[in-house]
């Protein structure tokens, strides 16, 4: 028999460059907000320490550098042991958090497979460690795992010519780049442990066995590659990672990897499919806190994303560049560290708008300017 979210016995939670809107104030009981029900209301983890979040489900929250300040991380119960969905960044505050947990909380608790829901290093910064400590499986989609070993191979320090030229295409000055390349290039590598040389491979649709339960894999797409999602339907939960978050829309980027690509396309598709879930799972996100309300979630995503493509189309009476479609995308003000991510987003917004014939872009010395049909 399936059991909605609203019925768990739960024991005592724009894009990353919009701001988080501020939820009511701290309380135990269950929170509304935007039509999103939060039913933990503000209790979480204690670092080094776990949450019951249901019946063999155990929430972790890690610290993270920069503006989301944490990763959450799942266990859940398997057979002798924990399965870990994701794992957090290789930090030693992280490396220190796991430490207290398996010699506290899970003490003897042995991980017996570390699944990954995408390559961001806040998500498997620390699956080589754990897999090596545990003698565990590492469990990814195949665009994730040959994603990340991709950038972990690549060992070159310098910023590759073809990187410099993409961000002169994207409107960036002299000073900007100069900043970039200081911060050199192999970066990826740094802030992981080194992954295994084998993984298990998952795809949409599989149903992974965890214990006594069954998740269903879901696969989406816009914010990485070949995002895995886990879906109880027994319980009615949902591990989402970064494919549905409560209050922030995840990045979705255009990349030097892959320029020609539509990711808000595919965004738009993966909300899509989405849709076809139940409304009232629990989702349990990789950034902020438990909620139910998927299906109003995604609309509310899907409408934002949609909103900004009609501004910018508008802004485009006139050629612009990349960079100065920042203030019809973003609520803040982008500074050097930022820069990256926005500018991602903001190639992301203008390459949707070209797939749909609303725009096009010209190069004029080697600067991408984009202007309405």
């Not at 999103?36 to 080094?48: A, D, K, N, Q, T």
Request: charged share 25%; net charge negative; proline share 7%.
């Amino acid at each position: 028999m399936r059991m909605s979210a609203r019925g768990l016995s739960l024991a005592p939670g724009g894009c990353y460059l919009r701001h988080m809107t501020s939820p009511p104030a701290p309380q135990d009981e269950p929170l509304t907000h935007k039509g999103l029900v939060y039913p933990l209301g503000h209790r979480e983890p204690e670092p080094g320490n776990v949450f019951r979040i249901a019946p063999g489900v155990d929430w972790v929250r890690l610290k993270i550098p920069g503006p989301l300040r944490h990763v959450n991380c799942w266990m859940v119960a398997d057979g002798d042991g924990d399965a870990l969905v994701d794992t957090g960044m290789n930090t030693p505050e992280a490396r220190d958090a796991w430490t207290a947990i398996l010699a506290g909380p899970k003490s003897g608790v042995r991980i017996t497979r570390v699944i990954g829901t995408h390559f961001h290093p806040d998500h498997i910064g620390l699956a080589g460690w754990l897999c090596e400590a545990h003698d565990a499986a590492l469990v990814m989609t195949r665009g994730e795992w040959l994603t990340a070993r991709t950038l972990a191979a690549d060992a070159r320090d310098a910023v590759p010519a073809e990187m410099l030229a993409f961000w002169r295409g994207a409107g960036w000055d002299s000073m900007q780049i100069a900043h970039a390349s200081a911060k050199g290039w192999a970066g990826f590598r740094k802030i992981i442990t080194p992954l295994p040389l084998g993984y298990t491979r998952i795809t949409d649709g599989d149903v992974l066995t965890v214990g006594r339960d069954d998740w269903r894999v879901v696969i989406g797409s816009g914010h990485s590659p070949e995002h895995a999602c886990l879906l109880n339907e027994v319980s009615g939960i949902l591990i989402a990672g970064d494919q549905v978050l409560p209050r922030i829309s995840p990045n979705i980027s255009l990349g030097i990897t892959e320029p020609h690509a539509d990711p808000l396309g595919e965004w738009f598709a993966a909300i899509a499919r989405l849709k076809t879930l139940p409304a009232d799972l629990l989702v349990l996100p990789g950034h902020g806190d438990p909620f139910t309300g998927l299906h109003i979630r995604l609309d509310a995503m899907d409408r934002e994303h949609r909103e900004r493509l009609d501004e910018l189309a508008a802004f485009l009476a006139e050629p612009r560049r990349a960079v100065e479609c920042f203030g019809r995308l973003f609520r803040r003000a982008i500074g050097p560290d930022l820069l990256g991510m926005a500018t991602g987003e903001a190639l992301a917004h203008l390459r949707r708008l070209e797939v749909e014939g609303r725009a096009v872009r010209d190069s004029v010395d080697g600067v991408w300017w984009w202007r309405a049909t």
